[in-house]
């Protein structure tokens, strides 16, 4: 039997912390700046489809006339070019990931009318 | 006078990362020759370019692997900067190559792991993923994403890493090298990894450079190539790069090459993260490829050197993108490697290679 | 070290196969072979590299289904790009060291990189009206640019009218203009030029005249004292603009 080299790594790792955490009992912080999954601030939000054509997966879709943005969340690849393109700042990328699901559903956000709201 | 069987291997198995299938021709134990067949993972990403504008291909450009996934964004990105002239600023070179050099470690750790598992070394192959998980947390935190960064435009970089998150990275990757180079230590003294390395699919000097080979597994055999010794970018400022190489030219030489190719990455980025400058990190790019220009680019990616080449019309699309991965160009240094061998040993060798088929038929 | 540089030089499709056993006898390092989809035939592109050039041999235009012969004799890891392209694009190779016959890439339709799809058909009409209306409007400027020197040679105070005014006389990018300006006679062109810039002249001069009334009716309405202050920082200024226009106009 030759010299067991491992021998004070594995030995030692008898005593250190594990490098697994024990989930789901314990989470994993998010960190910052994590892809989760794209929001949409209603109240900034123009219309204005930019999103849209900037989408490499064509996973947003705008309509003008009946005052809806919806993205599929599943078929979002998490790039984030959204978030850059948009001239409101309304998107943000949130660090949860979409939720696992038995049907893939398209997040429908409705954005209020600013004429309306001012009458 | 054995009879020759035809053995089909892959495209599933163990220790393939991607699918692969050879027919080994063998006779009692010893493989005569091999015949690689690819073709399994072809998704035809490069006719991609004609529906997706130069700044939406990236996204595809990167999920050509997920091994290598930093090191296609950056070619990509390259790529289409020298076709239309961009200039990318110097703290965006650095943190492009700061990140394609952590995605080196977590690749070759990567590989070590499979290297390991492939005659059997499991708990090699836990440790070294274990390690490796903590590069990977260095790219969630610097970057969102663990494996597809996403963090490459054509321009310059996305996202900066702060002093504070620079410190970080340092830390984590010290704290990797002790009990990397007790790993390392082991894979390379160690007698039975010894036994299934030493003298297994021997390339001589003279071979590799006729078969064309590229990256470690050409390095190994005292070919000295490696595209970051041109000193293009950030690699420019490196005080001193020398390719690593070793002339033993077998399974043991190429174990060695990658063992050493982590710790030289991580004095890399130590000494790249100590000399970054401050600035911007993008620059803005407007218009698209002028017509009939064309672009071809080298990048050292972990597995060796990758071509691309971009043609443009006039429009937002590309006419044409071409991406020349390394292991396509090793496939005929496989075949050769793979004549004569023991039919236990193709394992090895097969992964000798760093095989990365997604990477090849895209 | 050797620094990277690369170059695209033409090839012959008959030249291929020299080529490439003259580099591999000078220690050239064979990197790849692709193939171009274009509108004129199939591009096919050779790359070698030695001390850090890398050269790239285009072979323009072939025909759909030409044949062409294989360099794996020379280069045996060109039996993967060989196979690919013959697979994708429809070329076929000659003396393939490892030939699959067309199943290497075992695709759904075949040749399929040759298939135009209707988006890049799009994409290429358009790029080709763009490059047609640049063309058209460069001679267009070329051509009224040429009047014009005539006409201000022959018409001496024209200039005077066009320098005084700051404004330099070049074509504009007003369409509806242009597109009166460009059926009309040269000459008649440039006479029409002139008007605009006297006119825009006459127009910043009387725009200029309302603003040297609302500041004397300013400085008359301000303390006398500052008034006179005021009033010499101006001509200051303006002798200090007039020393300037003068050394321009050197």
Known sequence: MGSFKLGGMTFGSLFKKPETVLYPVVTKTAPAGLKGHIVNDASLCILCGICQKTCPCHAIEVDKKARTWAIDPFRCVQCGSCARACPKACLAMEPTYTPVAAVQAVTVVEVPDPKAAAE | ?362 | MARFSQEFTPLAADAIHEDAAARKADGWRYVQTLAVNTEDGIDLIYSYMRDGLLENRIVKALPPHATVPSVTDEFLAAFVFENEIHDLFGISFEGLAIDFGGNFYRVAQPEPMTIISPELKAAREKAAKLAAAKAAKAERAEKAGEAQAEFLAAHPEAKAAGTGAGKVLKPSDDEAVEAKLAGMDPEKVARVRAAIAAKAKKAAEAEQAAKDAELEAKLAAMDPEKAAKVRAAMEAKAARAAAAGAKEGE
């Open chain 2, 1 to 362: 006078m054995g009879k020759a069987t035809v053995i089909p291997f892959g495209p599933q198995h163990p220790v393939l990362p991607e699918p692969l299938h050879l027919d080994l021709v063998v006779e009692d134990e010893k493989v005569i020759e091999a015949i690689p067949q690819i073709g399994f993972v072809h998704r035809g990403l490069e006719k991609l370019v004609e529906t997706r504008d130069y700044n939406q291909f990236i996204y595809v450009a990167e999920r050509i692997c997920g091994i290598c996934a930093m090191g296609h964004s950056l070619g990509y990105a390259e790529t289409v900067e020298s076709l239309m002239g961009v200039e990318v600023p110097k703290r965006a070179q650095y943190l492009r190559v700061i990140w394609h050099e952590l995605s080196r470690i977590h690749s070759h750790l990567l590989w070590l792991g499979l290297a390991a598992d492939a005659f059997g070394f499991e708990s090699m192959f836990m440790h070294c993923w274990r390690l490796r998980e903590r590069v990977l947390d260095i790219f969630e935190k610097t970057t969102g994403g663990r494996v597809i960064l996403s963090v490459v435009k054509v321009g310059g970089v996305v996202r900066d890493i702060d002093d504070a998150q620079m410190a970080e990275v340092i830390a984590t990757l010290d704290g990797i090298v002790d009990d990397y180079t007790k790993i390392m230590n082991t894979l390379l003294t160690d007698a039975s990894v010894k036994n299934r390395t030493v003298d297994v699919g021997y390339i001589s000097h003279d071979e590799a450079l006729a078969l064309s080979m590229v990256g470690p597994f050409a390095r190994a055999s005292a070919v000295g190539y490696d595209v970051r010794s041109f000193g293009r970018g950030a690699y420019g400022d490196l005080s001193d790069f020398q390719p690593i190489t070793d002339d033993g030219g077998d399974c043991f030489a190429r174990v060695k090459v990658r063992c050493l190719e982590v710790l030289q990455s991580i004095e890399i980025v130590k000494e790249l993260a100590a000399k970054i400058p401050v600035g911007d990190i993008e620059v803005a790019v407007k218009g698209a490829p002028a017509a009939g220009a064309q672009a071809s680019n080298v990048l050292e990616q972990p597995r060796g050197e990758c071509y691309y080449y971009a043609r443009g019309n006039g429009t937002k699309n590309l006419e044409r993108m071409r991406m020349r991965t390394p292991t396509s160009q090793n496939l005929a240094g496989m075949t050769k490697a793979l004549a004569g061998c023991d039919l236990a040993d193709v394992n090895m060798i097969i992964l000798t290679i760093d095989p990365c088929i997604s990477c090849t038929e895209r």
